[in-house]
């Protein structure tokens, strides 16, 4: 068994994660651009940066989103319903793998519209499961501060300079 517990914030087109040890202490944060990801750990003083590449922010994340949902091949979603998750008024979509025989379970915020579970099936067995920690979920806009790398620079700063996103 593992489990990964990170936060997550989006703003102008770039994704920071803060990864979290068993403890909940944050170990490790990631900021991802549509050209850059940077990587350091937590309180330390430097930061290492990759190209992308073809790689995107939800590759990174590992984190299954309401595309995939859009993505699946109509023949492949099983059934698609109301159900409470949470507290939470949600679509349950099931959606079968063809190719690895996997069940995909989703349950998509009717509120915000966002992916709050996901969970993934093996024979049965469950393998992945993926979900929103109410108490930490806010629909609040991060600030630029978020996205400060050590040392003080900022992606999303400058990237606006330079024209970008």
Known sequence: NS???RRTWVKSGA????????TGNPVLNYIFTPDTVYVWEENG???????????SADDLGQIP???????????????????????????????FDRDNGHTHLYWVSLETGLLWEAEVLAEGQLIYRMYVLQSGFSVREPEQSDFQLPGGRNPLTEARTDGGQ
Not at 15 to 22: A, I, M
Not at 50 to 55: A, K, L, N
Not at 67 to 73: N, P, R, V
């Open 15 to 22: 994704v920071r994660w803060q990864h979290f040890d068993r």
């Open 3 to 5: 489990v990964f517990r």
């Open 65 to 95: 989103t309401y595309e995939d949902i859009l993505q699946a091949d109509k023949d492949d979603i099983v059934s698609a319903y109301y159900e409470d998750r949470q507290s939470v008024p949600c679509v349950k979509v099931e959606v």
């Open 45 to 55: 003083r430097g930061y290492v940066s990759y190209p992308c590449g073809e790689f």
